[in-house]
């Protein structure tokens, strides 16, 4: 079946550090690819999106690539700051109404 | 308009109460959702209505009773909850499954309803 496995958090960086949140999906056929933050008491937003092979999502400093032969939508950003603190989902959806979301990755960047 | 709007942002009410859970949106999606997050969860799919008809239920418990009036409404009646029903209720909208293009499948979510059940 399909699956999305997340990486374990909570994830503390220091501000301006190297982000980088690992994706691995599991799907028949070609997914789109999704990634969603949630702010503390907030709904979801979404953040960026892939919706073919080798596509690169790009938001607000935040870039993933849709990676076939990995099956991998690694989110990553240069430089973080305290206001991305956030929890961070990623999710794949085949074309039918369900997403299929990861567990989430709870981030916390100290300033 | 890009936005998926809900109300009340907080409810809380008793298990004899009945309430009800309001979503709008105007991007002119013809599909819409109802999801049910516990803290620090994912959101976990309850009804998906498709033109207006009730296309998924995930089993929901009959507590909880979807509408969709019209193409841009979605309630969700809720009467005799259990405090294990506290959570947060989420919309979403997107175009319909299978739908072409780039914003294929995309779902926009609303800020979500904080409801407490004592």
């Known amino acids: 079946g399909n699956s999305v496995t997340q990486m374990e958090g909570p994830v503390t960086l220091s501000e301006e550090a190297f982000l980088t949140i690992n994706c691995t999906y599991t799907?028949?056929?070609?997914?789109?690819l999704f990634w969603y933050v949630q702010y503390p008491g907030e709904g979801l937003q979404l953040l960026l999106k892939?919706?073919?092979?080798?596509d690169k999502g790009s938001n607000k400093g935040f870039e993933a690539t849709y990676r076939k032969e990995t099956t991998s939508f690694h989110l990553e950003k240069g430089s973080v700051q305290v206001s991305d603190s956030a929890v961070y989902f990623c999710?794949?959806?085949?074309?039918?109404?369900?997403?299929?979301f990861g567990t989430g990755t709870r981030l916390k960047v100290l300033a | 308009d890009t936005e998926v709007t809900q109300t009340p942002k907080h409810l809380v009410m008793g298990m004899t109460n009945k309430k009800s859970l309001k979503c709008e949106q105007h991007?002119?999606?013809?599909?819409m959702y109802w999801y049910k997050q516990k803290a620090k969860k994912p959101p976990e799919l309850m009804f998906v209505?498709?033109?207006?008809?009730?296309?998924i239920n995930e089993s929901v418990p009959s507590r909880f009773s979807p509408e969709c009036p019209n193409s841009s409404l979605l309630n969700l009646h809720l009467h005799a909850l259990q405090p294990e029903d506290s959570a947060l209720y989420l919309c979403?909208?997107?175009?319909?499954?299978?739908?072409?293009?780039?914003?294929?499948?995309?779902?926009?979510f609303g800020p979500g309803t904080r409801l407490t059940v004592l």
């Open positions: 979403a909208s997107s175009h319909p499954g299978l739908a072409a293009g780039p914003d294929r499948n995309e779902q926009f």
């Open positions: 799907a028949t056929g070609y997914p789109s």
């Open positions: 892939a919706t073919k092979a080798d």
């Open positions: 999710a794949l959806s085949t074309g039918t109404y369900k997403y299929i």
């Open positions: 991007m002119g999606h013809r599909a």
């Open positions: 209505y498709s033109y207006e008809k009730l296309s």
